[in-house]
């Protein structure tokens, strides 16, 4: 499995950026889906982005389509969250997690490795 440790995350003003780092450990990396997802508070955890091994695949939750963009160096074992024009409601916490389902998988179940998450906070 592969160990993730997440990065980047912190108190914003709505409207400003904040790019989010998942740098693992462990055995081919370059082979897993990764994935990120998001829990406020009092709401259940949402998949939210995901980009496949070779980052030739990305997918969007309609939330944060146009706003944020996923990206990976596999070399550096890194994938990393660009997020734009934040919003208060995207405070949360935000984990990546990695899978070796085949495609785009987006529910937890299809995810073996987690991360601690990073709390995200955007301020009004």
């Known amino acids: 499995q592969a160990q993730l440790v997440e990065s980047g995350g912190g108190l914003v003003q709505a409207g400003e950026s904040l790019k989010l780092s998942c740098a693992a450990s462990?055995?081919?990396?370059?082979?897993?889906?990764i994935g990120w997802f998001r829990q406020a508070p009092g709401k259940e955890r949402e998949w939210i982005v995901g980009?496949?091994?070779?980052?030739?695949?990305?997918y969007y939750a309609d939330s944060v389509t146009g706003r944020f963009a996923i990206a990976r160096d596999n070399a550096k074992n890194t994938v990393y969250l660009q997020m734009n024009s934040l919003k208060p409601e995207d405070t949360a916490v935000y984990y990546c997690?990695?899978?070796?389902?085949?495609?785009?998988?987006?529910?937890?179940?299809?995810?073996?490795?987690w991360g601690q998450g990073t709390q995200v906070t955007v301020s009004s």
């Open positions: 997690a990695a899978s070796r389902w085949p495609g785009m998988p987006t529910q937890e179940a299809d995810f073996d490795s």
């Open positions: 462990g055995r081919i990396f370059s082979s897993y889906t």
């Open positions: 980009i496949n091994w070779n980052g030739g695949s990305t």
